[in-house]
């Protein structure tokens, strides 16, 4: 009879038999030559273990292999459990889901600027590849464009720093989370206004660090009060993140209140400041944008960061950086050493030739941000026309954060409640086709964030659908 070998499954195992004929010359015995009984061998192989009996039936031996499966631990780390996902990248997947499955949704959810890449930065990428420019970089980034990141920084914020204090990286949020964990320990809070970027609590929270939400007020702008602020730092705080422009309110910090907030943290030896300025070109007089590092006393401790996504148009290109002094940003260069060393060499040669557009980006810049202007104008109007709606005008980024408070506790036929931003998201959704992030997810459930970084044309049809979705909303009496 030949060997075989037989399976069989059941909910819990998988059990395999090896039947193995030899000839009784070949048999194992012990030393009385007898059948030596049950073996058990175990080794790793996945998630198997495997034992073997042996069985004498003349005239011959035949010895069994059994294989069964055990459970594979899927469990993950506290850390890991403890993060919340990124709201605005689950809602943008959700979106584009849907319309690859034929559903004609208006996506007014993502920060991504909906402008090509201005092509003398394009045709530095492209000259990149074709002259062989394609291997690593020193980690912190290349000389060049550390050069061209200080020149920018003095001529265009005020704040002056050397090659060795610039960090390139991997976009401005890999800029941001290095320099969180590098400069907070287990039992830090890091201080943080809301409405926030969505990933700084979860920053904060990988660095095994405390994030304290200080709110803010739409009637106010949604700028941080210098008096909150002072009432909330403790020992224990290390870093206040500031954003400006903002994300997701549009709200530009004026240098005043900034200088305001920069005598109170001069008290607090612990205390440091990171400050987020990716949308610093993006912004619309008379607003103007102030570099907090610039203000007395602030540049030895605060950690700039910045980037080429929402200013050039170059999202896709990962290119962000951080400047400080060099004992911060050393700091943050050794952990980006062992997590993804240094940026990609083609968008760096890209950043280089971004930088060289002239001063705020140059003309190139000044038609994206006229263009935003024009839309942001847009919707303020349409939406102002709402009964019941507030709305703080952005005076920077392109986003519109609006409390839509009024339509929740309304009961919508087919559709159920309307409870919280969450639902009405879900609603303008299903209803409207129209892709909008929840407030909840920046720290401030009273409203849904719109980004105008689309077309005027898919933004004039999103507004269309809105109010009409919103409709059996106005009319409906809150339950």
Same mark, same amino acid.
């Given at each position: 009879? &030949?060997?075989?070998?037989?399976?069989?499954?059941?909910?819990?195992?998988?059990?395999?038999?090896?039947?193995?004929?030899?000839?009784?010359?070949?048999?194992?015995?012990?030393?009385?030559?007898?059948?030596?009984?049950?073996?058990?061998?175990?080794? %790793?192989?996945?998630?198997?273990? !495997?034992?073997?009996?042996?069985?004498?039936?003349?005239?011959?031996?035949?010895? #069994?292999?059994?294989?069964?499966?055990?459970?594979?631990?899927?469990?993950?780390?506290?850390?890991?459990?403890?993060?919340?996902?990124?709201?605005?990248?689950?809602?943008?997947?959700?979106?584009?889901? @849907?319309?690859? &499955?034929?559903?004609?949704?208006?996506?007014?959810?993502?920060?991504?600027?909906? !402008?090509?890449? $201005?092509?003398?930065?394009?045709?530095?990428?492209?000259?990149?590849?074709?002259?062989?420019?394609?291997?690593?970089?020193?980690?912190?980034?290349?000389?060049?464009?550390?050069? +061209?990141?200080?020149?920018?920084? #003095?001529?265009?914020?005020?704040?002056?720093?050397?090659?060795?204090?610039?960090?390139?990286?991997?976009?401005?949020?890999?800029?941001?989370?290095?320099?969180?964990?590098?400069?907070?320990? %287990?039992?830090?809070?890091?201080?943080?206004?809301?409405?926030?970027?969505?990933?700084?609590?979860?920053?904060?929270?990988?660095?095994?660090?405390? %994030?304290?939400?200080?709110?803010?007020?739409?009637?106010?702008? !949604?700028?941080?009060?210098?008096?909150?602020?002072?009432?909330?730092?403790?020992?224990?705080?290390?870093?206040?993140?500031?954003?400006?422009?903002?994300?997701?309110?549009?709200?530009?910090?004026?240098?005043?209140? @900034? =200088?305001?907030?920069?005598?109170?943290?001069?008290?607090? $030896?612990?205390?440091?400041?990171?400050?987020?300025?990716?949308?610093?070109?993006?912004?619309?007089? %008379?607003?103007?944008?102030?570099?907090?590092?610039?203000?007395?006393?602030?540049?030895?401790?605060?950690?700039?960061?910045?980037?080429?996504?929402?200013?050039?148009?170059?999202?896709?290109?990962?290119?962000?950086?951080?400047?400080? $002094?060099?004992? !911060?940003?050393?700091?943050?260069?050794?952990?980006?050493?062992?997590?993804?060393?240094?940026?990609?060499?083609?968008?760096?040669?890209?950043?280089?030739?971004?930088?060289? @557009?002239?001063?705020?980006?140059?003309?190139?810049?000044?038609?994206?941000?006229?263009?935003?202007?024009?839309?942001?104008?847009?919707?303020? #109007?349409?939406?102002?026309?709402?009964?019941?709606?507030?709305?703080?005008?952005?005076?920077?980024?392109?986003?519109?954060?609006?409390?839509?408070?009024?339509?929740?506790?309304?009961?919508?036929?087919?559709?159920?409640?309307? =409870?919280?931003?969450?639902?009405?998201?879900?609603?303008?959704?299903?209803?409207?086709?129209? &892709?909008?992030?929840?407030?909840?997810?920046?720290?401030?459930?009273?409203?849904?964030?719109?980004?105008?970084?689309?077309?005027?044309?898919?933004?004039?049809? +999103?507004?269309?659908?809105?109010?009409?979705?919103?409709?059996?909303?106005?009319?409906?009496?809150?339950?």
């Amino acid at each position: 009879m &030949a060997n075989s070998l037989r399976i069989c499954s059941s909910s819990s195992t998988t059990t395999a038999r090896l039947n193995l004929r030899a000839p009784p010359s070949l048999a194992l015995s012990d030393s009385s030559g007898l059948d030596s009984g049950l073996g058990s061998i175990s080794f %790793p192989l996945k998630s198997l273990k !495997f034992s073997t009996r042996q069985v004498l039936k003349p005239p011959h031996r035949t010895t #069994k292999l059994v294989v069964k499966a055990t459970e594979v631990d899927i469990s993950l780390s506290p850390k890991v459990n403890s993060i919340k996902p990124s709201k605005t990248v689950a809602i943008a997947d959700q979106a584009t889901a @849907l319309i690859q &499955a034929g559903v004609p949704v208006i996506r007014l959810a993502t920060g991504e600027p909906d !402008f090509d890449t $201005p092509a003398p930065i394009v045709e530095a990428g492209k000259n990149a590849i074709c002259e062989g420019y394609t291997r690593y970089t020193p980690n912190a980034g290349t000389l060049e464009i550390r050069q +061209a990141i200080c020149h920018k920084l #003095k001529e265009e914020n005020g704040i002056s720093y050397t090659p060795d204090q610039i960090l390139v990286s991997n976009g401005a949020k890999q800029s941001s989370v290095q320099a969180v964990k590098a400069v907070c320990s %287990p039992g830090d809070e890091v201080i943080i206004p809301a409405p926030f970027y969505v990933s700084y609590p979860e920053m904060a929270r990988m660095a095994d660090a405390k %994030p304290v939400i200080l709110p803010t007020k739409i009637s106010e702008n !949604f700028l941080l009060d210098p008096k909150a602020l002072e009432s909330k730092l403790t020992e224990n705080s290390r870093l206040l993140i500031l954003c400006s422009p903002c994300n997701p309110t549009g709200s530009v910090y004026p240098k005043r209140l @900034l =200088e305001e907030i920069s005598q109170i943290v001069a008290k607090h $030896p612990r205390l440091l400041v990171l400050t987020d300025e990716i949308y610093e070109h993006i912004i619309y007089a %008379p607003a103007t944008h102030t570099s907090f590092a610039s203000l007395p006393g602030m540049w030895e401790r605060t950690l700039t960061v910045n980037g080429f996504s929402k200013t050039f148009a170059m999202t896709g290109w990962r290119l962000g950086y951080l400047a400080g $002094p060099k004992h !911060f940003v050393s700091a943050c260069g050794k952990i980006q050493s062992q997590f993804t060393s240094g940026a990609s060499s083609i968008s760096q040669k890209a950043g280089v030739a971004a930088l060289g @557009l002239g001063y705020a980006g140059g003309e190139a810049v000044s038609i994206m941000v006229k263009a935003f202007r024009e839309r942001r104008d847009f919707l303020v #109007k349409s939406f102002g026309e709402l009964e019941g709606v507030k709305i703080s005008e952005p005076q920077g980024a392109f986003y519109l954060f609006i409390d839509f408070s009024s339509y929740y506790g309304t009961e919508v036929e087919g559709f159920g409640k309307i =409870e919280n931003s969450e639902s009405l998201c879900r609603y303008l959704l299903d209803e409207g086709q129209v &892709a909008l992030v929840p407030g909840d997810a920046f720290g401030d459930d009273s409203c849904i964030r719109i980004s105008y970084a689309a077309s005027l044309t898919n933004i004039q049809a +999103a507004v269309e659908r809105i109010k009409k979705a919103l409709l059996p909303l106005r009319q409906a009496v809150p339950v």
